[in-house]
């Protein structure tokens, strides 16, 4: 194996684990303001970036480690190097200045942060440095409106930052259910993000210690950090693809079959770098796959529907399955059901925040091909949901399952009355 910065991947050096610990530090501060309502006082809570960050960095390199030890103990030899394919079954050590032969490769090379060319471009973050700031500014403008765009913004505001997303679309979060868009939408602007929805920007100047950020609106923005979160792209740049001849898509991502396996016979691709759904279980079940398949006796190709995700925004998005635009698109009858409240524990607050449930049933098998939560724990939900969905749980099933009370869950198989077409 080979590796060029550190073992563990995106998601365990600078994506869903240390954004994990940063969504659990921003909560803080909706806790401790729920914490009154029930008699708490809580005197000069405040929040320490550079020890977060610290422990942060701690934690990431533990896990490193672990990684590393786990490889060892597996019997890999692990090259801490760059490598390029300089053939089908020909690999080039950068750091030892030699080929290494393989009878089957595999990359898993995932992806790099994209950021559009506009003027200015040079003076903006991404999530690769958001981990890493010394300081957190006073003011932090976020470009983008996918989950990265999204849960940056929760998490700075969340820790007392003034935040300003721009998205270039009519809703944040294309792609997601829209009834979810448009809820979390309203709720990020209560939690005070300055949200603005169609809103491009032209260039970045910067002045001094601050960037002025220039908008199609004809509106000018000052700042104190410019973070884009514009989408990922696949990570091949220079990785040899040509040499080996491997073929790869439109986006540059390479591309792959059902099995892993591209059009070089000895070469296979799993993870981000096949654009397929770029989340860390899939590509962790695809690599297990191509191993099964390869290795195993067993040929396996994974199956793509009904994965389940979440947004760590605030509050949380967990969501399976088919949105409601798309189950019309589907399914000739679609029963929705829906519901709209305030969660308990928020209940002698005044915190005006709203939880969502939804579920999306094809009206004529019931089948729950949809389900969308906008609320504390909808990712746990979520996971728990994708067993029900995958299984090909009807809504009589779901009303068959007695409630639990009193949870926010329970909600999922009391909802009886369908939303009026
Ligand atoms: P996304 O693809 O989710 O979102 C990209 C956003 O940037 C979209 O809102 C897109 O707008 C916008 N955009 C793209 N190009 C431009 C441009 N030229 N100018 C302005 N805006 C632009 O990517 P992210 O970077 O947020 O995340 C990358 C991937 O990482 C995700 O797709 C997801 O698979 C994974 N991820 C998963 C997480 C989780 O599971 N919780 C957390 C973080 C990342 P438009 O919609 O109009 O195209």
């Given at each position: 194996m080979?590796e060029?910065?550190r073992?563990?991947?995106?998601?365990v050096?600078?994506?869903c684990?240390?954004?994990?610990?940063?969504?659990?530090?921003?909560?803080?501060?909706?806790?401790?303001e729920?914490?009154?309502s029930?008699g708490w006082?809580?005197d000069?809570?405040?929040f320490?970036?550079?020890?977060?960050?610290?422990n942060?960095?701690?934690?990431?390199?533990r896990l490193?480690?672990?990684y590393?030890r786990?490889l060892?103990?597996?019997?890999?030899e692990?090259f801490?190097?760059?490598a390029?394919?300089?053939?089908p079954?020909?690999v080039?050590?950068e750091?030892?200045?030699?080929?290494i032969?393989a009878?089957?490769?595999?990359?898993?090379?995932?992806?790099?942060?994209?950021?559009?060319?506009?003027p200015?471009?040079?003076h903006?973050?991404?999530?690769?440095?958001?981990?890493?700031?010394?300081?957190?500014p006073?003011h932090?403008t976020?470009v983008?409106g996918?989950?990265?765009?999204v849960?940056?913004a929760?998490?700075?505001?969340?820790?007392?930052?003034?935040?300003s997303?721009?998205y270039?679309g009519e809703?944040i979060?294309?792609?997601?259910?829209d009834?979810?868009?448009?809820?979390?939408?309203d709720?990020?602007?209560k939690s005070?993000i300055?949200v603005?929805v169609?809103?491009?920007?032209?260039s970045?100047?910067?002045?001094g210690?601050?960037?002025e950020?220039?908008?199609?609106?004809?509106?000018r923005?000052?700042?104190?950090?410019?973070?884009?979160?514009?989408?990922r792209?696949?990570?091949v740049?220079?990785?040899g693809?040509?040499?080996a001849g491997?073929?790869q898509?439109?986006?540059?991502q390479?591309a792959?079959d059902a099995?892993?396996?591209?059009?070089?016979d000895s070469?296979?691709?799993?993870?981000?770098?096949?654009?397929r759904?770029?989340l860390?279980?899939?590509?962790i079940?695809?690599?297990h796959?191509?191993?099964?398949?390869?290795f195993?006796?067993?040929?396996?190709?994974v199956?793509?529907?009904?994965i389940?995700?979440?947004?760590f925004?605030?509050?949380e998005?967990?969501t399976?399955?088919?949105?409601?635009?798309?189950?019309?698109?589907?399914?000739?009858s679609v029963?929705?059901y829906?519901?709209?409240?305030?969660?308990?524990?928020?209940s002698?607050?005044?915190?005006?925040e709203?939880?969502?449930?939804k579920?999306?049933?094809?009206?004529v098998?019931?089948r729950v091909?949809?389900?969308?939560?906008?609320?504390?724990?909808a990712?746990e939900?979520?996971?728990?949901?994708?067993?029900?969905?995958?299984?090909g749980?009807?809504?009589?099933?779901?009303?068959?399952t007695?409630a639990l009370h009193?949870?926010?869950?329970?909600?999922?198989?009391?909802?009886?009355?369908?939303?009026?077409?």
């Amino acid at each position: 194996m080979a590796e060029e910065y550190r073992v563990g991947g995106t998601c365990v050096i600078r994506g869903c684990v240390p954004k994990k610990l940063f969504v659990y530090a921003s909560h803080f501060a909706r806790d401790f303001e729920t914490a009154k309502s029930f008699g708490w006082t809580i005197d000069k809570a405040e929040f320490d970036w550079p020890t977060l960050i610290a422990n942060k960095d701690a934690e990431i390199d533990r896990l490193n480690a672990v990684y590393i030890r786990n490889l060892k103990a597996a019997g890999a030899e692990l090259f801490l190097s760059r490598a390029t394919l300089a053939g089908p079954n020909t690999v080039h050590i950068e750091a030892e200045g030699r080929d290494i032969t393989a009878k089957t490769i595999l990359i898993a090379t995932g992806g790099w942060p994209f950021i559009p060319e506009i003027p200015g471009a040079e003076h903006v973050i991404t999530s690769n440095e958001a981990f890493h700031l010394e300081t957190l500014p006073d003011h932090i403008t976020v470009v983008g409106g996918g989950f990265i765009a999204v849960e940056f913004a929760c998490i700075f505001n969340g820790m007392g930052v003034d935040v300003s997303l721009l998205y270039r679309g009519e809703q944040i979060l294309r792609g997601f259910d829209d009834d979810l868009r448009d809820a979390l939408h309203d709720e990020m602007i209560k939690s005070g993000i300055d949200v603005r929805v169609m809103c491009d920007v032209m260039s970045i100047e910067r002045e001094g210690e601050m960037f002025e950020l220039e908008l199609k609106t004809g509106h000018r923005l000052q700042t104190g950090l410019v973070m884009y979160a514009t989408g990922r792209r696949p990570n091949v740049t220079g990785l040899g693809l040509e040499a080996a001849g491997v073929e790869q898509g439109p986006s540059g991502q390479i591309a792959v079959d059902a099995w892993s396996k591209t059009n070089i016979d000895s070469i296979y691709a799993v993870g981000d770098v096949t654009d397929r759904v770029s989340l860390t279980p899939v590509a962790i079940r695809e690599g297990h796959a191509f191993a099964d398949t390869v290795f195993g006796g067993k040929s396996i190709a994974v199956d793509h529907s009904d994965i389940a995700s979440a947004v760590f925004s605030q509050p949380e998005i967990g969501t399976v399955g088919l949105t409601e635009a798309q189950a019309r698109e589907r399914f000739e009858s679609v029963v929705i059901y829906r519901s709209t409240f305030r969660p308990m524990k928020l209940s002698l607050s005044e915190l005006d925040e709203k939880m969502m449930m939804k579920l999306v049933v094809d009206g004529v098998s019931d089948r729950v091909v949809g389900c969308h939560i906008l609320g504390d724990g909808a990712g746990e939900m979520a996971q728990l949901l994708g067993i029900a969905v995958k299984m090909g749980a009807t809504k009589a099933d779901f009303d068959a399952t007695m409630a639990l009370h009193p949870t926010a869950a329970e909600e999922l198989v009391t909802m009886r009355e369908p939303v009026k077409d």
